[in-house]
């Protein structure tokens, strides 16, 4: 079945420090998701990207839909202390039925004050 | 609106327990859904409903049950409970078809000892 992969599966930077992170799959995606996690919370909804090769940001947030169609990335830039929290990333569930998501397994993100 | 509500938000069982783990949203959307995280796990679907009186199962529907009989409510039966059970329950909705963009409740911690 369709899988995803995030790496890393944790980082532990600086503030200030930029941050990357990315998701690959196993088949092709027509929409890719960038949820976070705040401790104790639910997962928000961050980046939401439709098209190949787009390019979205959202305050100091920029994801990527890749090329391929198989892959997404996700950069943090100047990361402040309030950054801290689990990243995920989303896609349609094909192989499901009514449009489920499959979410890879996250990204741990610590900031160092 | 208060967007998807959960209740409880901690929960204690002891092997055996029933209990119904609740979940309400108030902005009218059709699809619902129920996942557990477990850590390094990511999110993983149990059940979901396309509307009222639709239901079906996700990835891990083992060991629970599911009702929607109204557009609001879509609560989450543990017959009888198990240490395996034990994870965070996340509850989510979205509009259909809205590109997947789904929206989560606050989580209810289970503990089944």
């Known amino acids: 079945g369709q899988q995803l992969n995030q790496s890393p599966q944790s980082m532990f930077i600086q503030e200030g420090e930029d941050v990357s992170m990315n998701c690959t799959s196993s088949s092709i995606f027509n929409t890719w998701l960038w949820y976070k996690q705040d401790p104790g919370e639910g997962p928000v909804l961050l980046i939401a990207?439709?098209?190949?090769?787009e390019l979205t940001s959202n305050g100091r947030l920029t994801a990527q839909f890749g090329i391929t169609r198989k892959d997404s990335f996700l950069n943090i830039s100047a990361s402040i202390p309030s950054d801290v929290g689990i990243y995920f990333c989303a896609g349609p569930n094909y192989g499901g039925s009514q449009g489920n998501l499959i979410f890879g397994k996250g990204t741990k993100l610590s900031v160092k004050p | 609106n208060a967007g998807v509500t959960q209740t409880p938000k901690f929960q204690v069982l002891k092997t055996g327990q029933s209990m119904t783990l609740q979940c309400a949203q108030d902005?009218?959307?059709?699809?619902m859904s129920w996942y557990r995280q477990d850590p390094g796990m990511g999110l993983r679907l149990i059940h979901y409903?396309?509307?009222?009186?639709?239901?079906d199962q996700g990835e891990v529907p083992n060991g629970y049950n599911v009702s929607r009989s109204t557009t609001e409510d879509f609560p989450l039966r543990l017959l009888s409970a198990a240490p395996s059970q034990t994870s965070v329950y996340f509850c989510a909705s979205r509009i259909q078809g809205a590109h997947n963009e789904q929206f989560f409740g606050p989580g209810t911690r289970l503990t089944v000892l």
């Open positions: 990207l439709y098209k190949a090769g």
């Open positions: 902005m009218n959307h059709e699809y």
């Open positions: 409903s396309v509307g009222a009186g639709i239901t």
